[in-house]
């Protein structure tokens, strides 16, 4: 809905304003704003009955009034009610309009917890009401999530206008609604904002009750539609149909090295299938860290360029769109194909220059970064984009791509796995492959859990390692608030392991480096004349260094359980035993401890994700930087599962047989939303 359809009554412009920082555009946003809380103001306890530590009302009359100033300025009231016990009112700051409100002799209702205090009973910061102006209220008071300058008592006026106003018609059939249990929407909405006291405020938090039921449904519903939809036009989209030859994959497999693991032929046969079909292709391939999803991506690349299509491959950050670019020239140019390559901070004439042999088709595969998919990189017949590391892309960037590759065959990789409630929701547009074993010879890597107090003896460890001719990372610890004291500690770290280890080559790598400067530091690790790399988390994701067989992490009680899983799996990537060093700080917070200790007992990397789903549950999961959409505001995936699979399959019979009722119901929930959970 756009800005046009405003309010059916009259909002001033300071209070639209307030509303729309949280989000509230329409009727239909205030009327789906929900309370917080409730209180409780229906009935009056008496003071000698009232349970300690439970919201209370209470009605009194001021007996004393002081204003202390030890240990600080306070306001203490004794008030006392007919029954004649006494009661503390303490506030820690006040107005003077509450010296007059609660002036002795008065007549007060106050609203708050009691606690056993110092003087006696006590509570402290009470909502206060002047008792004889106002009948107690009929129904429980909602609080609502608000911002500053809108007070409670508007933003309730506000919505409660809302009610009246919204139509009563139901996005829903009645018959359907029946038939799902669920009640009307206008009934649950107005039971939300004003229940009477028949339903106890645990039911109102616990989301069982219908009302709550009805409004986590609608929007589980709205989700599934949305998602259904992006899918029939993808399929009704065209694509071109791609179908390899096998003249550049048979030499290229016949040169690899290796061969590929019954996983890896598997997905590569999945991928090769979708591509000959003529809708865009939109599939995830997921393999843990480690499982050689690079030359499945290779594969399907030349199975396009076979066919005489261009591919764009992109991956999140420099270091490892660079590795891509030097992997796939190693591959690539004996069989006489270039590799393009582009990203954000390339000369101009370079970048000119590689856009131009896109546009001409001098060049059928382009790695790079995002700078990839701007709107000024043109191709001349792009059939294929690969994304890599899928879940690192911003939603800009992934709009962008969309746009870009409306009916272009699209292959994601991760190593991250969708939890199935994930992919029942919010990917539900997307096929996904996984590769569920390793490359043969690996073994697993050793985690150690080791006190940063014994940072001695992991440098012992980094000197044995490379005395055997193995390579080291050493990992500097994440420091959020500051690029720069990030950098100043890896800094350090180099200087100290320089000190320790004068004999080893050791290197630094950030992300203040320019990229030229890190790429011939990245080289020179690739090359093995960097034994040690001293690196922030720039590498966390897609390195590939198979000699490496040391990792160190810093400060590991900082960082994320997938993050420790990515940097762990910079390392047993070859044939050598190798070891992950996680060195922690104490003390340490329980979540920081529930994650080594994952991190410490796990290796699978599925494994890890359902547990860090355990711990974070699904909407930090996605974390708003990787999904960008507005997570659920009602519903909770893992809770409403019920919920989620009636709406799935309620889903397609409406699309099919009540188009009409799909667009009213996808109109009054997603609005301007719809464009994102789409992507
Ligand atoms: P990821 O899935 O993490 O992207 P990579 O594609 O970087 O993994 O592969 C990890 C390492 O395993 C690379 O050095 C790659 O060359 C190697 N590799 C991939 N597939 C095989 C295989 N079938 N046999 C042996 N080594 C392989
Ligand atoms: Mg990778």
Known sequence: ???????????????????????????????????????????????????????????????????????????????????????????????????????????????GEIKHGFLGDEMIHPKIRTATDTMLAQTLTPVYPTVNGLTQPTLRKLIQKALDSIPDDDTLPAALLAQLNLPPLSDSLKLLHAPTLEYAIRDLHSGTLPAWQRLKFDELLAQQLSMRLARQRRLEGQAAAIQGDGHLSQPLLANLGFTLTPAQQRVVAEIRQDLTQTHPMHRLLQGDVGSGKTIVAALAAIAAIEAGFQVAIMAPTEILAEQHYLKFSQWLNPLGLSVGWLSGSQKKRDKDQIKTQLFQGDIPLAIGTHALFQDDVQFHNLGLIIVDEQHRFGVA????????????????MSATPIPRTLAMSFFADLDVSVIDELPPNRTPVITRLVNSSRRSEVERLVERACAKGEQVYWVCPLIEESETLQLQTATETLNQLQTVLPQLNIGLVHGRLKPAEKAAVMTAFHGGDIQVLVATTVIEVGVDVPNASLMVIEHAERMGLAQLHQLRGRVGRGANASRCVLLFSEPLSELARARLKVIYEQTDGFEIARQDLNIRGPGEFLGARQSGAPMLRFANLEEDLPLLEQARSLAPKLIEQRPDVVRKHLQRWLAQRAAYLAV
Do not use: C
Not at 56 to 65: F, G, K, S
Not at 81 to 92: E, I, K, N, T
Not at 403 to 409: A, P, T
């Open 1 to 111: 809905m756009s800005k046009e359809s405003a309010f059916p009554f009259a909002v001033n412009a300071a209070t639209s304003a307030r509303l729309a920082k949280l989000n509230i555009h329409n009727v239909w946003d205030l009327a789906l704003h929900l309370p917080l809380r409730y209180e409780d103001e229906t009935h009056i306890t008496p003071i000698a009955d009232a349970p300690i530590g439970v919201p209370v009302q209470i009605e009194a009359t001021v007996r004393h009034q002081q204003v202390q100033f030890r240990p600080r300025k306070q306001l203490v009231v004794q008030v006392a009610d007919a029954s004649g016990h006494v009661l503390y009112l303490r506030f820690l700051h006040f107005y003077p309009s509450q010296l007059q409100q609660l002036a002795e002799g008065n007549t007060i209702r106050a609203l």
């Open 397 to 412: 960037q992934r709009l962008a791509l969309k746009n870009k590759g409306r009916d272009v065959h699209q292959l994601m």
